[in-house]
């Protein structure tokens, strides 16, 4: 059974101070790793997908990398704009047409 | 262009009574998704159509049913409601199901 955990479930920061959110996936041939921003009351926002170990990409100040076990949000200098929660997916050659999700990072950046 | 758009954003329903929540997209996607959201148990996925004219259950399809009426448009129905299926719905849609999903705004569905 595909599985994606995230962690930490929350993370505090000042503004400034940089840091990385996890997503530790087992899935049987990843497709595609996906990473979305969810505001409060809000739908999930597209942010990235990453679809090979050693991939990465950028937007801003959010940095997404990707290896065979594990893909990182690096969050570099945040402002409190960034507070949101964090969700990340796997799309696996062996559950197509579906996604599964972890159960997200809520980030809370302080001025 | 609006992108996925879901009516309505909120409603209450006493046990035993039905809707239908509506969604649709205008990116010319060719599959479209039903999620409930839940505090900590994340997305679950309730039911997809990988193109128009097909349906398929996902991991939670008890208690629900599901149209694709056309490329566009996909609704879910809750046939009679339950305390159980109090959640935040929201519905996506994507390429081919290999591709990024957009999700829209979300209903809020409370069961009493």
């Known amino acids: 059974e595909d599985q994606v955990t995230q962690s930490p479930e929350a993370l505090r920061l000042q503004e400034g101070e940089s840091s990385s959110l996890n997503c530790s996936y087992t899935v049987s041939g990843l497709r595609g790793l996906f990473w979305y921003r969810q505001d409060p009351g809000k739908g999930p926002e597209f942010l990235f997908t990453?679809?090979?170990a050693g991939e990465e990409k950028e937007k801003e100040r959010l940095k997404a990398t990707l290896t065979k076990k594990e893909s990182f949000l690096h969050i570099t200098a945040p402002k409190p704009e960034d507070s949101a929660t964090y969700l990340c997916?796997?799309?696996?050659?062996?559950?197509?047409?579906?996604?599964?999700f972890g159960k997200g990072t809520l980030l809370t950046v302080n001025p | 262009n609006a992108g996925v758009t879901q009516t309505p954003k909120f409603q209450v329903l006493k046990t035993g009574q039905s809707m239908t929540l509506q969604c649709a997209q205008d990116m010319n996607h060719n599959s479209m998704y039903w999620y409930r959201q839940d505090p900590g148990m994340g997305l679950r996925l309730i039911y997809y159509s990988a193109s128009e004219g097909t349906t398929d259950k996902g991991e939670v399809p008890n208690g629900y049913n599901v149209s694709r009426l056309n490329k566009r448009e996909f609704s879910l129905r809750l046939e009679s409601a339950a305390p159980s299926q109090t959640s935040v719905y929201f519905c996506?849609?994507?390429?081919?199901?290999?591709?990024?999903?957009?999700f829209g705004p979300g209903t809020r569905l409370t069961v009493t």
């Open positions: 997916a796997a799309n696996s050659g062996g559950s197509n047409y579906k996604l599964t």
């Open positions: 996506a849609s994507d390429w081919d199901g290999s591709y990024e999903q957009y």
């Open positions: 990453l679809y090979s």
